[in-house]
C-alpha cells in the first residue's frame, strides 16, 4: 500500500489506479495468431486527425496487430529498431503494485524509416526461458557493442523483488538468451543504455511506487514502501557505468540528482516535475539530456547537465500528457532528425494497461532547450 497520501489523492481525482506503467501480462503468440479479444481492433484505415469518439491524436499507432508500450528505439546499421513491452488483457484486477500488468515476453519491431512499413519480428525473449525470474517482466532497453546485442530487462525474481537482467544475441531481433542471474546490485525497473562518443556505456534505471525503488532508499532492501516527506527531496533515478562486456555493472550505482533552476534538488511534493520513472539519456550539441516521466501527473519532462552522470537542471516538458495512465518513451536520431516514440491507448481507447506505440518529430530549439509536443486532445 501507498504511504504518500497526498500522491493517493491525486490518483483518486484522475479515477485510474495508481500503477507503475511498464507491461502486461501476454500468451506467447505463434506466426497463426489471429484477432481476439486480447488483441488491438485493427485500426489501419482509421485517421490519425480523430477517433470515432472526436479525440484528437497527433499520429497514429505503429501496429495495431498487438499492444506495445514503453518503446525503447535505436539505429542499428542504418534501421530504427524499437523494443518495447506487450500488453495484454490478463484478466488480474487492477491495484496500487501494477499486477495486471504481468507481461511474459518481448516483441522487437523494426522500420526502414519514419512512417516506413514496420515489421513484427515476434517473440525475442520469454520469461520461461529466464531462470532466475519470477514475473512480470516490464519496459526493456537494447544496445549493441563489438558485434553482440544486448537486452536489459526488469523482472521480479522470484522473491518478488524487481532486479535488471541482461541477454545477448548476434541479431538484433534475437532471439535473445538471458544470462543465468540478474546483473549484481541491480534493482527496480525501467533499464535504459546510453553510450557516449568515448564508447562508455552507462545505464540509468528505477521507478517509484510498483517499481520498488522506494525500498532501496537505504541501499538495502525494505519490503515496505517507505517515502519522503513532501518537504524532502524525492526518490533519484540511478546510473551505473557499465562494464566493457556490458554485462555488469562497473562501480557502486550513483543517485542522479536532478535539480531545480534553484540549484536544488526537486522535492518530493514537485510531482509534476520530480522523477518517477521511464529514464532516458540523449545527447545533443555536447550536452547531456535526461528525460523521464513524471508518473501521476503524466509528463515526460526533461532536465540538462554537463556530465552522464547529472547533476541534471529541470528544463520543462516534452510530452504533455496522453491518453491513458502512462508515459513512457525513448528520443533517437534517425539521419539528421530527431525522433520521439512514445505510447498511448489509442487504440484500447483509453484502457490504461493496452497501450499502442507511436512516434513523433522532436525539435531542440536554437537555445538547446525543446519544443513540447501535444499529441492527444479531447
Known amino acids: ?14 479515477t485510474v489506479p495508481a500503477i507503475l506503467a511498464t507491461a502486461c501480462e501476454q500468451k506467447r503468440p505463434t506466426a497463426e495468431t489471429t484477432a481476439t479479444t486480447d488483441q488491438p481492433t485493427d485500426t489501419t484505415t482509421q485517421s490519425s486527425d480523430s477517433d470515432s469518439t472526436g479525440q484528437k491524436f497527433l499520429n497514429k499507432p505503429l501496429i495495431s ?168 527531496p524525492a526518490l533519484t533515478p540511478k546510473v551505473a557505468r557499465l562494464s566493457k562486456n556490458m554485462l555488469e555493472f562497473d562501480e557502486p550505482v550513483k543517485n542522479v540528482q536532478i535539480l531545480g533552476k534553484d540549484g536544488k534538488p526537486l522535492l518530493a511534493k514537485e510531482n509534476d516535475k520530480r522523477f518517477f520513472e521511464a529514464a532516458w539519456l540523449h545527447k545533443y550539441n555536447g550536452k547531456y539530456y535526461f528525460s523521464y516521466s513524471t508518473g501521476d501527473t503524466h509528463n515526460i519532462a526533461y532536465a540538462i547537465g554537463d556530465s552522464p552522470y547529472g547533476p541534471f537542471t529541470y528544463q520543462g516538458v516534452i510530452l504533455n500528457p496522453v491518453l491513458g495512465w502512462t508515459n513512457h518513451h525513448s528520443i533517437v536520431q534517425v539521419k539528421d532528425k530527431w525522433y520521439l516514440f512514445y505510447h498511448d491507448t489509442e487504440l484500447s481507447k483509453g484502457q490504461t494497461h493496452l497501450r499502442n506505440v507511436k512516434v513523433t518529430e522532436l525539435t531542440h530549439r536554437p537555445d538547446g532547450t525543446i519544443e513540447t509536443i501535444t499529441a492527444h486532445q479531447e
Open 1 to 14: 500500500m501507498l504511504k504518500n497520501l497526498k500522491l493517493k489523492k491525486a490518483l483518486l481525482a484522475l
Open 65 to 232: 496487430e498487438i499492444y506495445t508500450a514503453d518503446p525503447s528505439a535505436h539505429v542499428f546499421n542504418g534501421r530504427i529498431y524499437i523494443y518495447p513491452s506487450h500488453d495484454i488483457e490478463a484478466g488480474i484486477p487492477q491495484n496500487d503494485n501494477g499486477d495486471h500488468f504481468a507481461m511474459r515476453d518481448y516483441h522487437i519491431l523494426s522500420m526502414d524509416s519514419i512512417n516506413g512499413k514496420v515489421t513484427d519480428h515476434g517473440v525475442a525473449l520469454d520469461v520461461k526461458d529466464i531462470p532466475w525470474a519470477g514475473r512480470q517482466l516490464w519496459a526493456p532497453d537494447a544496445a549493441f557493442k563489438n558485434g553482440t546485442y544486448y537486452l536489459y530487462f526488469p523482472v521480479k525474481d522470484k522473491q518478488d523483488i524487481f532486479r535488471i537482467g541482461v541477454a545477448t544475441s548476434k541479431s538484433p531481433t534475437g532471439p535473445f538468451k538471458a544470462q543465468p542471474q540478474p546483473m549484481a546490485n541491480s534493482y527496480s525497473m525501467d533499464p535504459a543504455v546510453f553510450t557516449d562518443t568515448d564508447g562508455t556505456s552507462y545505464m540509468y534505471f528505477g521507478g517509484i511506487w510498483g517499481g520498488q525503488l522506494q525500498r532501496w532508499s537505504s541501499g538495502k532492501y525494505n519490503p515496505k514502501d517507505e517515502y519522503p516527506a513532501d518537504d524532502q
